[in-house]
Structures are given as structure tokens and as C-alpha cells.
């Protein structure tokens, strides 16, 4: 193999990086600090704008034969259950858009990502060993792994996630900021939940200071379950799970209306993940610099308000690849272009996701007005026609 690029991660953001780049007949090296490929039981919204690039992929059948497709998102009351209004997805996303919205697990994503570039003779997978430095050159990047064996590359992608090392060495902005919320994951088994709790439809309950969202994967055999409320930060901000319980949750929650209350209850067990974030970028150059180049939750970590993580690690990755397959430009060029074509959607993404948790836990008049103008305008208020019909 030719002097590669290495992408440093192996999460979603990460394999969908190796296989856009080796689809384009770039080399790619992906190195995962774990000694297995794993991803934690979550569930992932996918929107047009991300539906559109995997079926361009050629991953169209793998996502339907995993995902659910709802056919409306809800909107109801937390404390009273009253509905204020939905929005028509399913067929009427596809006639929108092009593409379906779509909802799976989150594992579910990763392993058909990571079947895809397994499939690629262009891309090479190491397992249980971390990139933990770099030092950039005039012709590339020297790339130090833990091991201490240093490798030259074409260029690097840190592709590490929230806690990112080659964020640190690039930017060296210091770590995430604590949002101020706590995200309480639960995935139920649909078939043994009563009838009247099973839905294959999103609903996002909103209150003062909380709001919890529903929703079908792994084709609507699974229901995941997301509360998200206001809380102090834990002591040990790193890891992806806590130990939680119900009660805390009820607590948190408060008097709540009588369905969502038997969904919260019927969950078996909780799982505690603090929400982090950074502010929204600001330039092209916290996204790339000369050979290196961030993306996904390295480069632009957001609150799930937008529902748009993944959504967004994967639009960087296919950017990512178009550029890389640019004649007539060196790699600083190439990476250089990948910012500037990224980084202000990216931003937008970011500062709206922090405005809609304000507006989902908001409370008195700003509630008022957030109800009343769903109310009155709908789907032309739930809609995202520049987000969905992008990038």
C-alpha cells in the first residue's frame, strides 16, 4: 500500500471516512484504539440529507433491511399528553426530498458501515492501537501511534470522537463544556410492551426543563427511549454510561401525563450520559490544517436537538472523499477545500441544536409561544427544508 491516509476512530464518523476516501481509490488506514469494533445500544435519526448520501453509497438495501421509517413525528404535551402538532414523514419525506427519514440503531449503522469497507481493497482496518500524536512535514504527516512506532501518511483525520487527541494537538482549545443536561437511554422490546405504547412513529414529549423522544429501530422491533432533563455534571465526565435508575429519572421528570409516565416505567433499565458539546465553530481552520483535518464529533461535537451527530460525521465524510479525489491539488489544497465546504453548515447545525433545547425545555411565556406556533403553523415550523434537502 501507497503512503495512506490515516483516519484516527472507528465509530460511525470514522468507517464512513475509510469508505468514501477507498471508494475513491484513496488508501486509507483506520486505526481503533479498541481491540473490537463495537458501538453501544442507542438509536440514531437519519434524515434525508443523510439517507441520500448512503444510498448514493450503494448502502440503500443494508439501511432498509435494519431501519424503521416513520410515518409522522409527534409532538405532545409531557405533563398533559395533549398533541400539538406532527409532521408527515414516510412517503411524504421521499416526495420532499428524494429520501426517506429513517431511524436505527445505532449499531445496527455501524456494522453496515463497517461491512462496507471491508469490502474495500483500498482500506485497511487496525484494531487496539490508538494514534496518539502527530507531527506534520512538507510531504505529509508523521503519525504516532501508541505503540510508538511512527508512521508517515498522506495526511490524517481524527475521527476520535467528543475527548478527540488530534483535536487536542490541533487546536488545543482545552475539553468539551458540560451542556448542563443529562440523557437517560432505555431500548425497549416493542413485543412485550402493551399495545397502546407501541408506536412505529417519533414523538418528542415536551416540558419545563425536560422533553423525552420515541422512536422504532432495528425495523421497528425496538423502541429507544431518550429523556433528556437539567442536572449537575457527574464526577467522571468521560465514559458513555453511568450508573442510573428509575427513580432518579421519575424524579427528574416530575408529575408527568399517565401515558409517557407507563413508558418511562416499562423501560427495565436506564443508562446516565452527560451532554457535552463545544461552541459552534467559528472558521475553516478549526476543521483543517494542513494535512490534518477533523470531522464528526472531533470537529463539531452538537446536542442531539437537531437530531443531526451522524448525520452531519457523515455528510463531512463523503465532502471528505469528493475532495480527496481532486486532481491537481496538494493534500493542504484538498483539506483546505473540505473546510471551507463544511464548516458553516456544520456551525449552523451546532447553534440551532443549542437554540432548540432552549425551545424544547422551555417554560411560561416562551412556552406559550413555542406551543402556539406549532399550533398554528405545523409542519411549516417542524419541517427543516435547509437541513433536510442538503448538504
Request: proline letters at 5%; hydrophobic letters at 45%; one cysteine or more.
Amino acid at each position: 500500500m501507497s503512503k495512506p491516509i490515516v483516519i484516527a476512530g472507528g465509530g460511525i464518523g470514522g468507517l464512513a471516512a475509510a469508505l468514501r476516501c477507498a471508494s475513491s481509490d484513496v488508501a486509507v488506514q483506520l486505526f481503533e484504539r479498541a481491540k473490537a469494533f463495537s458501538e453501544v445500544g442507542a438509536g440514531i435519526q437519519i434524515g434525508p440529507n443523510v439517507t441520500r448520501i448512503l444510498k448514493a453509497w450503494g448502502l440503500d438495501s443494508a439501511v432498509q433491511s435494519v431501519a424503521a421509517f416513520p410515518d409522522f413525528l409527534r409532538v405532545r404535551q409531557a405533563h398533559s399528553g395533549a398533541q400539538t402538532g406532527q409532521l408527515r414523514l414516510g412517503l411524504s419525506a421521499v416526495a420532499r426530498y428524494g429520501a426517506p427519514y429513517a431511524t436505527i440503531h445505532r449499531a445496527d449503522l455501524h456494522d453496515l458501515l463497517l461491512q462496507a469497507v471491508h469490502e474495500q481493497a483500498r482500506a485497511q482496518l487496525i484494531l487496539n492501537q490508538d494514534v496518539t500524536g502527530y507531527a506534520q512535514q512538507t510531504d505529509g504527516v508523521s503519525v504516532q501511534l501508541a505503540n510508538g512506532e511512527p508512521m508517515m501518511a498522506k495526511a490524517l483525520v481524527g475521527a476520535d470522537g467528543l475527548w478527540s487527541k488530534v483535536r487536542a494537538e490541533l487546536l488545543g482549545d482545552g475539553e468539551p463544556r458540560f451542556t448542563g443536561h443529562l440523557a437517560y437511554r432505555a431500548m425497549l422490546l416493542q413485543s412485550e410492551l402493551p399495545a397502546a405504547l407501541r408506536t412505529q412513529n417519533v414523538t418528542v414529549w415536551m416540558g419545563p426543563r425536560l422533553h423525552v423522544v420515541q422512536y422504532p429501530v432495528r425495523r421497528g422491533e425496538l423502541l429507544n427511549l431518550v429523556a433528556i432533563v437539567h442536572g449537575p455534571a457527574p464526577s467522571d465526565m468521560t465514559p458513555w454510561d453511568h450508573a442510573a435508575n428509575a427513580a432518579g429519572l421519575a424524579h427528574a421528570l416530575g408529575d408527568i401525563c399517565a401515558d409517557l409516565k407507563a413508558l418511562i416505567e416499562a423501560a427495565p433499565e436506564w443508562r446516565l450520559w452527560p451532554l457535552c458539546d463545544r461552541v459552534p465553530l467559528r472558521g475553516a481552520h478549526q476543521q483543517a490544517q494542513g494535512a490534518v483535518a477533523l470531522l464528526g464529533d472531533a470537529a463539531h461535537p452538537m446536542r442531539p436537538y437537531m437530531a443531526q451527530g451522524a448525520g452531519m460525521a457523515i455528510e463531512d465524510a463523503d465532502t471528505l472523499g469528493r475532495c480527496l479525489a481532486l486532481p491537481g491539488a496538494d493534500m493542504p489544497a484538498k483539506l483546505a477545500h473540505f473546510a471551507q465546504l463544511r464548516w458553516q453548515r456544520n456551525a449552523r447545525v451546532q447553534q440551532r441544536a443549542i437554540r432548540n433545547g432552549q425551545i424544547f425545555h422551555a417554560k411560561g411565556l416562551l412556552r406559550w409561544g413555542r406551543d402556539t406556533s406549532i399550533r398554528l403553523m405545523g409542519e411549516g415550523l417542524l419541517d427543516v427544508p435547509w437541513l433536510y434537502g442538503g448538504p
